[in-house]
């Protein structure tokens, strides 16, 4: 963490004075000098972004563009959204059902079902 003026100190030393015991504690196990309490959280854009840098909702609309009008519904489309940004994310229960449904869909081809 880069050096404080100190007014961002004080400030910071009244945060920490103002937090519950736990969060202290964490803190100080962390070390208190490390700690910034002034990191701006990330944008939410920039959680849901694949390897490449592109959005989630520009994937799903991209897939959702190779599609004609009567495959799809709002629910299919919804669904697109949910599984992009789930997958993006890392999400376990979405790679899990990418997963089974990979799966599932070799067992049907190979005629094993």
């Given amino acids: 963490m880069g050096r404080l003026s100190p007014e961002e100190e004080k400030r910071k030393k009244e945060i920490f004075e103002g937090m519950w015991a736990r969060s202290k504690k964490k803190i100080l196990d962390k070390g208190y000098d490390n700690w910034d309490p002034f990191l701006q ?10 390897q490449c840098r592109h959005a989630a909702w520009e994937l799903a609309k991209k897939f959702l563009q190779t599609r004609s009008h009567d495959e799809y519904n ?16 890392g999400d376990d229960r979405y790679r899990a059902m990418y997963e089974f449904s990979c799966w599932y869909q070799g067992l049907l081809k190979n005629g094993k079902l």
């Avoid at 959280?41 to 694949?50: A, E, Q």
């Avoid at 489309?77 to 993006?88: A, K, N, P, R, Y």
């Fill in 41 to 50: 959280p990330n944008d939410p854009i920039d959680i849901r972004v694949d």
């Fill in 74 to 89: 709002n629910d299919y489309g919804q669904g697109v959204g949910e599984i992009c940004t789930g997958i993006i994310s």
